[in-house]
């Protein structure tokens, strides 16, 4: 009585829980604002994650999602980042709330509560990453180019470490999402439950035939039995070679399979280049 100590107060650190609440307001605002393309931004936050963390090179150990390089030009005029102001938009009044968090961090935590929101699976998520400066933007062309085949894929997936399964299970993201023709210059959804993570986008590689898209637009195909949907050379690529369509096949039998392989590469993916100083990785809840 009287003689309680002030607590002296050093830097932040935030726990689980602070990460959690963070989840849970990008899961708010994923519900709130429902009046954007087909009813979500949780495909464009995954897509940022992904741009964030696929710059990533393992001989020098530069680009990946430490940094939140994309925050400047030139990276975030990269042609294949190309919409993703849109996301980061999204973002900026989490940020404002939660001021704490670096732009790595809130990136990369969103698109983990896009992907868990959309009913896919658990992604395990570790904090650590450290916003860096202009000077670390990552030179264009390391992100993957849609209208190339199996050796581009092996070549910008194998720069960042990953093998044939892990390119093949993280490919099923594109079960999420669509095209824009101002974006990218392509067109359409992948399958019919686009803000739904499922592995409808190997069943359909298997099961429908695809055909050229007649258009004037980017080389692309169409499925012949309705011609709504879409799919970019490289993702018919994953049908065309042999150890790839092996992963393809498996994925679009067994969705158990896919969540769990999409689960461990899409972490891989997230965490790539990051010196973490921590080695728990903590499970956010799903709001839904
Ligand atoms: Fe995509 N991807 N991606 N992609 N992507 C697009 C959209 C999404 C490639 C090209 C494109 C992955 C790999 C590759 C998502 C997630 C992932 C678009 C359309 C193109 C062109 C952009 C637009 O016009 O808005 C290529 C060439 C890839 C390597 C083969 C990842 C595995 C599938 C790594 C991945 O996670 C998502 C989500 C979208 C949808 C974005 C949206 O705004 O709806």
Known sequence: SGDVKAKVSGPFVPTKEDYQKVYDE???????????????????????????SGTYDKETGTGGSN?????????????????LKIARDF???????????SYGDLWTLAGVCAIQEMQGPVIPWRPGRQ???????????????????????RAIFGRMGFDDREMVALSGAHSLGRAHTDRSGYDGPWDFSPTVFTNEFFRLLVEEKWSWKKWNGPAQYTDNTTKTLMMLPTDLALVKDKEFKKHVERYAKDSEVFFKEFSDAFVKL???GVPFKTEERF?????E
């Open 91 to 101: 973002l900026e009044p989490v940020h404002e709330k939660f001021p704490w968090i």
């Open 67 to 83: 940094g939140a390089t994309m925050r400047f030009a030139p990276e975030s005029d990269h042609g294949a980042n190309a919409g």
């Open 26 to 52: 990008i899961a708010r605002l994923l519900v709130e604002k429902d009046d954007y393309d087909d009813g979500s931004y949780g495909p464009v936050l995954v897509r940022l994650a992904w741009h964030a």
């Open 270 to 272: 997230l965490e790539l």
């Open 283 to 287: 499970v956010l809840k799903k709001n």
């Open 131 to 153: 916003d860096r400066d202009v000077a670390a933007c990552t030179p264009d062309g390391r992100l993957p180019d849609a209208s190339k085949d199996q050796n581009h894929i």
